[in-house]
């Protein structure tokens, strides 16, 4: 049966754990868990044969894929993290009592795998940097393809992209990534930018919507479909994307937290020891197993070993959240050494949870010497080799569990299943064995006026068979539900190359011909898009839209989206009709237009990159997943670098914040930054013994001089040493306060 989401008195169970020490055995770890009243937990597989794991998908047999990172801070300096000890495995429960029992070895002798994602009957691998495609027969590889030899380039393991998540519109997403990828069907890779997001984990829902967070925050994601809106590369951001869902940061562990990385700092931890908000927030799931009612979204936070349940609603196309309780969570352990980096939907409808199961959860770029004593106090550093896959559901639901079917009848008729998974992994087989036989079939669904999620995951395999048209776009744009009709304007852009433009112009005036408000961003998206193909038929109805709309700021966005490399000409038109400049419109071009001025101006950072070589690799590596490889900030982490006077003014100050670490809100060319806008913390690497002096000299010269701050001098090894013997060992971060007192606002 449904867990009903309206009961709101719920009691907590909790069996409790009389260890206060040391590594628990998979049931005592059970047990030492609270869970949701109604919920019950269950070992899938354990060490040895589950070790590090961090990502996994099952296959139709319901087989789990894991990539293992046995790697990952073996100390807490990381000895050995570029030894080859990784691999993706697979793990099979062969006597069907739910528990695995067989581990298979696909690869090994891996560096720090990421991310795995089965497609057209191979497997994606992320290894950084490169992100290989391997062909495969009988579970073994036969043949790899280098997909792309910088997918993971740069950037230290806690910030590189990972997920290869592939979504309802059958390209591959990842999160800390701005690219997307596609296998065509001659066997070559595509690769198309897309929107940047999150850091660790991604997820989607029902209608195809991504979802992330970053280590602070709790949930973000889309209002739109994923691959539209990310055409113009002088657009910074576009309304309806990268948009805050659930605000809420708290969390509410069961156990004092003391070994979190800034437990030292006021407001981190309470008065009880615990922690206050999310630091190492991840692995986000849209739960769509069918067995919970409503809209769930579930977060995972290993430094304080619990997993929050968050509860979402629509409204319009936003999509809003709250936690779904305050001051308990869903699922939180006594054990410290319980580590959820990743969550999954399953064939039956479970929530999996993946444990990496070992004390450092923590990377050493940003460890402080805080946290480096608490894991020496407690003995966290060993053992390593370890960890845990488990599943939870409500204990009255009648799980089942699926089997993807060979028969092309039944894969179509799983189109329907309650369970989002079997509906993704039916749809994903279809497009794989490239059953183009059904299309008949499938465009019976589009026909279903009542049922929506068939016809949706009907349209997009029609689009991954290459079998979509003009006719099927009409068909569902009649669609009685808006969210449907939304669908179809999201795959008429994959129709650009073998539909007329002037069909594609009638296909977009029936679909805004109502002036439907709700719809009017996809619309105005799809014709960006392909506006970004020059179709000649396509701005004309564009602009009148985007006049029509011109105090929307999701339409405004999309519009200019569309319109790379044209913002001036059209402003100029804007001006010569003299239209109001006060409009969403006008304001959001004329920001993008001096973003490009601004851009024009700066000093050539090939050249900046050639002079400061060890810094340039540094910032990539330490600065650039938080500030951005243009310094203009990745929200919702950090402030630009760009234009700051913190950069540009004083060097002993800008020194010393990246050297002690910078707390709380701070104010940046006229704009005060605070949480959710952005983090609230940089922390400091002055205790970190793998970055010298020598190459921070030429980190702090490259900012001070790249992306227009042409500040013109040099930051030198010994001027750094001069500040760390000011400020010796200090461990805590500086405020902005105490900085402007120690050296001024200049």
Known sequence: MLWILTVVVFTLVRCGNKEEHGVLSPQASIKAMEVEDGFEVELVASEPLVVAPVAMTFDNHGRIWLAEMEGYMPDTLGTGEEEPVGRIVILTDEDGDGQVDDRKIFLDSLVMPRALCLVNGGLLVAEPPKLWFYEMKDDKPRGRTLVDSAYAEGGNVEHQPNGLFRALDNWIYSAKYDWRYRRADDGQWLKEKTHFRGQWGISHDDWGRLYYNDNSSNLSGDYFPPGLGAGNPNQRRVAGYGETIVADKRVYPIHPTTGVNRGYMEGILDSTGRLVNFTAACGPLIYRGGLLSGMNAFVAEPSANLIKRNVLHAEGFRVVGKQAYEGREFLASDDERFRPVNLYDGPDGSLYILDMYRGIIQHNTYLTPYLKSEIAKRNLTLPLSMGRIYRVFPRDAKRVVVTIPENTDSLISLLAHPNGWVRDQAQRTLIDRQAIEVATKLRNLLKKDNEPLPAVHALWTLEGLGQLTSDDIRIVLEHPRWEVRAQALAALTSLKKTVAPDQLKDLLTVAISPQDTVLAPYAMLAMASLANERFPEIP???????????????????????????????????????????????????????????????????????????????????????????????????????????????????????????????????????????????????????????????????????????????????????????????????????????????
């Open 540 to 746: 004309a109805l564009s602009n009148r839209l985007a006049e029509a709309y011109a105090n929307d700021r999701y339409v405004s966005d999309a519009f200019i989206s569309g319109l790379g490399g044209h913002e001036l000409t059209y402003l100029d038109e804007m001006e010569r009709k003299k239209v109001d400049t006060s409009t969403v419109l006008h304001r959001r071009l004329v920001a993008v237009v001096d973003a490009i001025n601004e851009k024009s101006k700066s000093k050539d950072q090939a050249l900046l990159a050639k002079r400061y070589p060890k810094g340039t690799v540094l910032f990539q590596t330490a600065c650039q997943p938080c500030h951005g490889e243009d310094g203009r900030g990745v929200s919702p982490i950090a402030p630009p670098l760009a234009g700051s006077e913190w950069v540009k003014g004083n060097k002993e100050r800008l020194m010393s914040l990246v050297l002690y670490g910078l707390t709380g809100p701070v104010d940046v060319a006229g704009h005060t930054y605070k949480t959710p806008e952005v983090s609230g913390e940089m922390p400091g690497i002055a205790h970190n013994p793998a970055i010298g002096d020598a190459e921070l000299a030429e980190l702090l010269s490259y900012i001070r001089n790249a992306w227009g701050n042409n500040v013109g001098d040099e930051v030198l090894p010994e001027d750094l040493g001069a500040i760390r013997s000011r400020f010796g060992d200090r461990a805590e971060p500086f405020v902005q306060s105490e900085l402007h007192k120690l050296f001024g606002k200049d």
